[in-house]
Protein backbone atom coordinates (compact mmCIF):
# COMPACT_ATOMS: atom_id res chain seq x y z
CA UNK A 1 0.00 0.00 0.00
CA UNK A 2 0.99 3.84 -0.40
CA UNK A 3 3.18 5.32 1.94
CA UNK A 4 1.59 9.17 3.02
CA UNK A 5 4.14 11.77 4.27
CA UNK A 6 2.00 14.50 5.88
CA UNK A 7 3.19 17.79 7.21
CA UNK A 8 2.90 19.94 9.47
CA UNK A 9 2.65 17.15 12.37
CA UNK A 10 1.35 20.04 14.55
CA UNK A 11 0.65 23.51 14.66
CA UNK A 12 -0.86 26.13 16.70
CA UNK A 13 -2.43 29.06 15.12
CA UNK A 14 -3.76 32.49 15.97
CA UNK A 15 -7.85 32.76 15.23
CA UNK A 16 -8.37 33.96 12.21
CA UNK A 17 -5.87 33.04 10.12
CA UNK A 18 -5.02 29.74 7.75
CA UNK A 19 -3.00 26.89 7.85
CA UNK A 20 -2.20 24.39 4.75
CA UNK A 21 -1.48 20.91 5.32
CA UNK A 22 0.44 18.66 2.65
CA UNK A 23 0.39 15.18 1.74
CA UNK A 24 2.50 13.49 -0.38
CA UNK A 25 2.38 10.04 -1.54
CA UNK A 26 4.73 7.53 -2.37
CA UNK A 27 3.23 6.49 -6.06
CA UNK A 28 0.29 7.82 -8.03
CA UNK A 29 -3.46 7.20 -6.65
CA UNK A 30 -6.19 7.80 -8.00
CA UNK A 31 -7.85 9.42 -4.64
CA UNK A 32 -6.98 11.31 -2.18
CA UNK A 33 -9.24 12.00 1.12
CA UNK A 34 -9.33 14.35 4.17
CA UNK A 35 -10.45 13.52 7.32
CA UNK A 36 -10.99 15.52 10.57
CA UNK A 37 -10.62 13.28 13.95
CA UNK A 38 -11.80 14.63 17.31
CA UNK A 39 -10.00 13.79 20.29
CA UNK A 40 -11.75 10.42 21.28
CA UNK A 41 -13.92 10.30 18.48
CA UNK A 42 -14.04 8.64 14.79
CA UNK A 43 -12.96 10.00 11.46
CA UNK A 44 -15.30 12.25 9.70
CA UNK A 45 -14.52 13.25 6.13
CA UNK A 46 -14.40 16.16 4.94
CA UNK A 47 -13.94 16.16 1.37
CA UNK A 48 -12.87 13.42 -1.54
CA UNK A 49 -9.52 15.28 -3.90
CA UNK A 50 -9.86 14.56 -6.98
CA UNK A 51 -6.83 15.10 -9.39
CA UNK A 52 -7.84 17.68 -12.22
CA UNK A 53 -11.27 18.39 -10.64
CA UNK A 54 -12.44 20.61 -7.67
CA UNK A 55 -12.51 18.04 -4.80
CA UNK A 56 -15.91 16.61 -3.93
CA UNK A 57 -16.76 17.92 -0.30
CA UNK A 58 -19.16 16.26 2.15
CA UNK A 59 -22.37 17.99 3.79
CA UNK A 60 -21.10 20.68 6.57
CA UNK A 61 -17.50 21.51 5.17
CA UNK A 62 -17.73 24.06 2.43
CA UNK A 63 -14.98 24.38 0.01
CA UNK A 64 -14.23 28.43 1.07
CA UNK A 65 -13.31 27.52 4.29
CA UNK A 66 -11.36 24.26 3.40
CA UNK A 67 -9.98 24.43 -0.09
CA UNK A 68 -8.31 21.72 -1.68
CA UNK A 69 -5.64 21.05 -4.19
CA UNK A 70 -4.77 18.18 -6.01
CA UNK A 71 -2.30 19.29 -8.19
CA UNK A 72 -1.11 15.53 -9.50
CA UNK A 73 -1.18 12.19 -8.76
CA UNK A 74 0.65 11.96 -5.57
CA UNK A 75 0.12 15.67 -3.92
CA UNK A 76 -2.72 17.09 -2.21
CA UNK A 77 -3.03 20.14 0.31
CA UNK A 78 -5.70 21.18 2.71
CA UNK A 79 -6.20 24.22 3.98
CA UNK A 80 -7.92 25.55 7.13
CA UNK A 81 -9.47 29.34 6.35
CA UNK A 82 -10.22 31.78 8.96
CA UNK A 83 -9.93 29.57 11.71
CA UNK A 84 -11.34 29.49 15.01
CA UNK A 85 -10.93 27.28 18.93
CA UNK A 86 -13.79 25.34 17.00
CA UNK A 87 -11.62 24.32 14.24
CA UNK A 88 -8.75 22.83 16.47
CA UNK A 89 -8.88 19.29 15.83
CA UNK A 90 -6.66 15.93 14.29
CA UNK A 91 -6.64 16.45 9.87
CA UNK A 92 -5.46 13.40 8.66
CA UNK A 93 -4.97 12.72 4.68
CA UNK A 94 -5.94 9.41 3.46
CA UNK A 95 -5.16 7.35 -0.31
CA UNK A 96 -6.40 4.22 -1.79
CA UNK A 97 -3.92 2.06 -2.85
CA UNK A 98 -2.94 1.42 -6.39
CA UNK A 99 -5.14 -1.37 -6.58
CA UNK A 100 -7.83 0.24 -5.16
CA UNK A 101 -8.16 -1.10 -1.76
CA UNK A 102 -6.47 -1.11 1.72
CA UNK A 103 -6.86 2.55 1.90
CA UNK A 104 -3.44 4.15 4.19
CA UNK A 105 -3.56 7.72 6.36
CA UNK A 106 -0.99 9.84 6.97
CA UNK A 107 0.54 10.56 9.97
CA UNK A 108 -2.17 13.47 11.14
CA UNK A 109 -1.84 17.24 11.85
CA UNK A 110 -2.91 18.22 15.39
CA UNK A 111 -4.16 22.22 15.32
CA UNK A 112 -4.86 23.69 17.89
CA UNK A 113 -6.17 27.34 17.60
CA UNK A 114 -5.96 30.30 19.84
CA UNK B 1 -25.70 7.28 2.49
CA UNK B 2 -24.01 4.49 3.84
CA UNK B 3 -24.08 4.07 7.66
CA UNK B 4 -21.94 2.00 9.93
CA UNK B 5 -22.39 1.12 13.25
CA UNK B 6 -19.92 -0.27 15.38
CA UNK B 7 -20.08 -1.80 18.91
CA UNK B 8 -19.05 -1.61 21.64
CA UNK B 9 -17.60 1.38 22.44
CA UNK B 10 -15.74 0.33 24.92
CA UNK B 11 -14.32 -3.11 25.67
CA UNK B 12 -12.67 -4.41 28.73
CA UNK B 13 -10.79 -7.98 28.43
CA UNK B 14 -8.15 -10.00 30.42
CA UNK B 15 -5.36 -10.88 28.86
CA UNK B 16 -5.39 -14.09 27.01
CA UNK B 17 -9.20 -13.92 26.19
CA UNK B 18 -10.83 -13.03 22.93
CA UNK B 19 -12.45 -10.03 21.96
CA UNK B 20 -15.02 -9.13 20.04
CA UNK B 21 -15.93 -5.97 17.80
CA UNK B 22 -19.49 -5.89 15.85
CA UNK B 23 -20.15 -3.59 12.63
CA UNK B 24 -23.38 -3.92 10.95
CA UNK B 25 -23.98 -1.40 7.83
CA UNK B 26 -26.50 -0.25 5.67
CA UNK B 27 -26.07 -0.32 1.52
CA UNK B 28 -25.89 -3.63 0.45
CA UNK B 29 -23.51 -1.73 -2.57
CA UNK B 30 -20.57 -2.02 0.09
CA UNK B 31 -18.03 -4.71 -0.77
CA UNK B 32 -15.02 -4.04 1.19
CA UNK B 33 -14.45 -3.78 4.85
CA UNK B 34 -11.39 -3.25 6.25
CA UNK B 35 -10.49 -3.06 9.86
CA UNK B 36 -8.06 -0.26 11.03
CA UNK B 37 -6.24 -0.24 14.98
CA UNK B 38 -5.43 3.56 16.27
CA UNK B 39 -3.21 3.55 18.87
CA UNK B 40 -2.73 6.99 20.78
CA UNK B 41 -1.49 9.65 19.11
CA UNK B 42 -0.60 7.65 15.91
CA UNK B 43 -2.47 7.40 12.44
CA UNK B 44 -4.70 4.27 11.76
CA UNK B 45 -2.89 1.11 10.52
CA UNK B 46 -5.19 -1.21 8.24
CA UNK B 47 -5.12 -4.70 10.25
CA UNK B 48 -7.42 -6.75 8.37
CA UNK B 49 -10.21 -6.75 5.66
CA UNK B 50 -12.40 -8.60 3.87
CA UNK B 51 -13.90 -8.49 0.35
CA UNK B 52 -17.73 -9.06 -0.25
CA UNK B 53 -17.12 -12.42 -1.62
CA UNK B 54 -15.52 -14.24 1.10
CA UNK B 55 -17.25 -14.89 4.61
CA UNK B 56 -13.93 -15.20 6.90
CA UNK B 57 -10.72 -14.09 6.46
CA UNK B 58 -7.69 -14.78 9.42
CA UNK B 59 -4.36 -13.30 9.94
CA UNK B 60 -2.70 -15.29 12.96
CA UNK B 61 -4.74 -14.52 16.00
CA UNK B 62 -6.76 -11.42 14.11
CA UNK B 63 -10.06 -12.65 12.25
CA UNK B 64 -12.60 -11.37 10.24
CA UNK B 65 -16.14 -12.40 9.47
CA UNK B 66 -18.59 -11.25 7.17
CA UNK B 67 -22.60 -11.83 6.92
CA UNK B 68 -23.85 -9.80 3.83
CA UNK B 69 -27.27 -11.29 4.00
CA UNK B 70 -27.47 -9.73 7.40
CA UNK B 71 -25.13 -6.87 6.62
CA UNK B 72 -22.96 -7.42 9.52
CA UNK B 73 -18.67 -8.27 9.95
CA UNK B 74 -16.73 -8.41 12.89
CA UNK B 75 -13.50 -8.32 14.42
CA UNK B 76 -12.12 -11.32 16.47
CA UNK B 77 -8.84 -11.08 18.34
CA UNK B 78 -7.91 -13.75 19.97
CA UNK B 79 -5.51 -14.34 23.10
CA UNK B 80 -5.56 -10.75 23.66
CA UNK B 81 -2.08 -9.45 24.78
CA UNK B 82 -1.60 -6.03 26.34
CA UNK B 83 -0.57 -4.41 22.84
CA UNK B 84 -3.87 -4.85 21.47
CA UNK B 85 -5.05 -2.11 23.89
CA UNK B 86 -6.16 0.85 21.29
CA UNK B 87 -8.98 2.14 19.14
CA UNK B 88 -10.10 -0.04 16.53
CA UNK B 89 -12.30 1.09 13.95
CA UNK B 90 -14.51 -1.10 11.27
CA UNK B 91 -15.22 0.54 7.80
CA UNK B 92 -17.23 0.02 4.64
CA UNK B 93 -16.53 0.95 1.33
CA UNK B 94 -18.65 0.73 -2.15
CA UNK B 95 -15.78 0.61 -4.53
CA UNK B 96 -12.37 1.96 -5.10
CA UNK B 97 -12.53 5.41 -5.80
CA UNK B 98 -15.06 6.16 -3.39
CA UNK B 99 -14.24 7.06 0.36
CA UNK B 100 -14.09 5.12 3.53
CA UNK B 101 -17.34 5.41 5.51
CA UNK B 102 -16.03 4.71 9.54
CA UNK B 103 -17.96 3.28 12.41
CA UNK B 104 -17.29 5.56 15.98
CA UNK B 105 -14.71 3.32 17.06
CA UNK B 106 -14.21 0.65 19.93
CA UNK B 107 -11.52 1.16 22.68
CA UNK B 108 -9.98 -1.94 23.45
CA UNK B 109 -7.93 -2.58 27.16
CA UNK B 110 -6.53 -5.57 27.77
CA UNK B 111 -5.67 -6.05 31.63
CA UNK B 112 -2.63 -8.01 32.54
Known amino acids: SAVISQKPSRDICQRGTSLTIQCQVDSQVTMMFWYRQQPGQSLTLIATANQGSEATYESGFVIDKFPISRPNLTFSTLTVSNMSPEDSSIYLCGADSPRGYGYTFGSGTRLTVV | GENVEQHPSTLSVQEGDSAVIKCTYS??????FPWYKQELGKRPQLIIDIRSNVGEKKDQRIAVTLNKTAKHFSLHITETQPEDSAVYFCASLKSGNTPLVFGKGTRLSVIA
Open chain 2, 27 to 32: DSASNY
